[in-house]
């Protein structure tokens, strides 16, 4: 997924180009196209996204959630709600692989110096306090620096339009397949590398067309300049024939067999795919369509808010761990994690609703070190101050199934709440959190079906 990602932003990181840009005609001067004609009863919607979560790219007017309210399906380039299990399926050891089968370890046919070695666990706790699997932010926030995150939503567009469809009860779907997306864009890399006709960068002009100015063009709707930029810093035609101009003849087709099947679409691809002869307006245009752009005025806030305060109900099924020795409800199935984490750990985004539950094991071998139960009590204690982000709002000592730990509930500085039972084994440490924009792990009936694990 931080591959896709990576190859989906490609298009607006552009920074310089190699000769002035001149734009001789205005042709697609904004983000949100209606599609008309061929007999159709209600009009469907296009818009050109970034896949950010910056403030730059929320300029959205009443005009986009009038959009997405009169649609029967809500699309993007993918679907999200086959993510989870697509990442799992293509890319298995990268960060992320499915659960196998439950929760048990896999041992390593490879033994080292180390492996017989015991080191103490307060760096683990602390680890497991205050870290996510990266997966979660590629999934949910996209957000990659404490320097930007005042200036950022709580999601990047792509997955708030998601948001916006599901809590509004909106079929969702994709116009890509993830499997044939990933194969074209790793070939599109490959042939990029083998061809020989690739150009020369040139920095010359950057300071007319740097990163602001790229931004204020999508600001402004003005898809002409976007489209001049990346073909003047384009440096391999191949690349662009797969990465670019085949996936939009994809998209292109996916969209007009959506509306053909009797569904109004309102469907959300990378801006990138929209402007050009060989870009998705045109070719809906040589289908027959009418696509005109639709006027972005002030942003609308107050649609915005609805939004936010919505829930999509969700239902909880039970993950058991490997040896049984415990079982957990969640709404979704947990993936494992592989970020290189010195503990054992899972995690289920639930994206419709912008929250994550983790599920962390942490081998202690406490007894090894004479330290009992208490002993590792007071060391969780005197480490979460420090640890768990934010502010901390209560603490409780509990007990389920004979084992003590702590019920936590902390504010993060961007406001989210989150939830976290600690539980201490002979052996081991558990760690069940939860988390999710504002009060969400707070309020409601998720946080208590969210946490009702039991031990055997």
Same mark, same amino acid.
């Given at each position: 997924m931080k591959r896709f990602i990576l190859f989906l932003t490609l298009f607006f990181a552009v920074f310089s180009v190699s000769a002035q840009v001149k734009i001789k005609e205005k042709k697609y001067q904004s983000l949100l196209w209606?599609? +008309?004609?061929?007999?159709?009863q209600k009009p469907s919607y296009l818009i050109g996204t970034m896949h950010v979560s910056s403030k730059m790219a929320f300029h959205l007017p009443d005009s986009f959630y009038i959009a997405i309210r009169s649609a029967g399906v809500v699309a993007l380039e993918t679907n999200p709600e086959t993510w989870q299990e697509d990442m799992n399926k293509y890319e298995f050891g990268n960060g992320y692989s499915p659960l196998i089968p439950g929760m048990g370890n896999t041992p390593s046919d490879y033994l080292s110096i180390n492996t017989l070695k015991f080191f103490?666990?307060?760096?683990? =706790?602390?680890?497991?306090? %205050?870290? $996510?699997?990266?997966? =979660?932010? $590629?999934?949910?926030? !996209? +957000?990659?620096?404490?320097?930007?995150?005042?200036?950022?939503?709580?999601? %990047?567009?792509?997955? &708030? =339009? %998601?948001?916006?469809? /599901?809590?509004?009860g909106k079929k969702v779907t994709g116009?890509?397949? &993830?499997?044939?997306? @990933?194969?074209? @864009?790793?070939?599109?890399? /490959?042939?990029?590398?083998?061809?020989?006709n690739k150009k020369e960068k040139s920095y010359e002009g950057s300071?007319? &067309?740097?990163?602001?100015?790229?931004?204020?063009?999508? !600001? $402004?709707?003005?898809?002409d300049l976007l489209d001049s930029i990346n073909k003047y810093n384009s440096e391999s035609a191949a690349f662009d024939e797969k990465f670019l101009y085949k996936r939009n003849e994809i998209q292109a087709n996916s969209i007009d067999s959506i509306i053909r099947s009797g569904s109004n679409l309102f469907v959300g691809v990378g801006a990138a795919h929209l402007p050009g002869n060989r870009g998705v307006i045109e070719m809906l245009r040589r289908k027959g369509y +009418?696509? !005109?752009?639709?006027? @972005?005025?002030? /942003?609308d806030s107050r649609d915005k808010e609805i939004v936010d305060k919505i829930r999509v109900p969700v239902n909880f099924h039970t993950e058991s761990a490997d040896d049984g020795f415990f079982k957990v409800d969640v709404p979704g199935k947990l993936y494992k994690n592989n970020d290189g984490q010195s503990m054992d750990q899972w995690q289920y985004a639930d @994206?419709? $609703?912008g929250s994550y539950y983790v599920v962390s094991r942490l081998m202690t071998n406490a007894w090894l070190f004479s330290h009992d139960e208490q002993k590792v009590l007071f060391k969780i204690?005197?480490?979460l101050y420090e640890n768990v982000p934010g502010k901390i709002l209560s603490k409780t000592a509990i007990t389920k199934n004979g084992y003590k730990g702590f019920d936590i509930m902390n504010r993060t500085r961007r406001g989210d709440v989150q939830r976290y039972q600690i539980f201490v084994t002979p052996f081991e440490i558990l760690f069940f959190k939860m988390s999710g924009n504002g009060d969400y792990a707070k309020s409601g009936t998720e946080p208590e079906k969210g946490f009702s694990a039991a031990f055997n």
């Amino acid at each position: 997924m931080k591959r896709f990602i990576l190859f989906l932003t490609l298009f607006f990181a552009v920074f310089s180009v190699s000769a002035q840009v001149k734009i001789k005609e205005k042709k697609y001067q904004s983000l949100l196209w209606e599609i +008309t004609g061929k007999g159709l009863q209600k009009p469907s919607y296009l818009i050109g996204t970034m896949h950010v979560s910056s403030k730059m790219a929320f300029h959205l007017p009443d005009s986009f959630y009038i959009a997405i309210r009169s649609a029967g399906v809500v699309a993007l380039e993918t679907n999200p709600e086959t993510w989870q299990e697509d990442m799992n399926k293509y890319e298995f050891g990268n960060g992320y692989s499915p659960l196998i089968p439950g929760m048990g370890n896999t041992p390593s046919d490879y033994l080292s110096i180390n492996t017989l070695k015991f080191f103490p666990y307060e760096n683990k =706790i602390e680890k497991a306090l %205050y870290s $996510n699997p990266s997966t =979660i932010n $590629n999934l949910l926030y !996209r +957000t990659y620096g404490n320097g930007s995150a005042d200036f950022e939503e709580d999601t %990047y567009l792509d997955m &708030y =339009i %998601y948001q916006c469809g /599901r809590k509004w009860g909106k079929k969702v779907t994709g116009v890509e397949n &993830y499997g044939e997306s @990933m194969k074209l @864009m790793s070939e599109a890399y /490959r042939d990029g590398a083998r061809d020989k006709n690739k150009k020369e960068k040139s920095y010359e002009g950057s300071e007319d &067309y740097s990163g602001e100015k790229l931004q204020e063009a999508y !600001r $402004n709707g003005n898809l002409d300049l976007l489209d001049s930029i990346n073909k003047y810093n384009s440096e391999s035609a191949a690349f662009d024939e797969k990465f670019l101009y085949k996936r939009n003849e994809i998209q292109a087709n996916s969209i007009d067999s959506i509306i053909r099947s009797g569904s109004n679409l309102f469907v959300g691809v990378g801006a990138a795919h929209l402007p050009g002869n060989r870009g998705v307006i045109e070719m809906l245009r040589r289908k027959g369509y +009418t696509l !005109r752009p639709v006027k @972005m005025g002030e /942003r609308d806030s107050r649609d915005k808010e609805i939004v936010d305060k919505i829930r999509v109900p969700v239902n909880f099924h039970t993950e058991s761990a490997d040896d049984g020795f415990f079982k957990v409800d969640v709404p979704g199935k947990l993936y494992k994690n592989n970020d290189g984490q010195s503990m054992d750990q899972w995690q289920y985004a639930d @994206m419709a $609703n912008g929250s994550y539950y983790v599920v962390s094991r942490l081998m202690t071998n406490a007894w090894l070190f004479s330290h009992d139960e208490q002993k590792v009590l007071f060391k969780i204690d005197s480490l979460l101050y420090e640890n768990v982000p934010g502010k901390i709002l209560s603490k409780t000592a509990i007990t389920k199934n004979g084992y003590k730990g702590f019920d936590i509930m902390n504010r993060t500085r961007r406001g989210d709440v989150q939830r976290y039972q600690i539980f201490v084994t002979p052996f081991e440490i558990l760690f069940f959190k939860m988390s999710g924009n504002g009060d969400y792990a707070k309020s409601g009936t998720e946080p208590e079906k969210g946490f009702s694990a039991a031990f055997n």
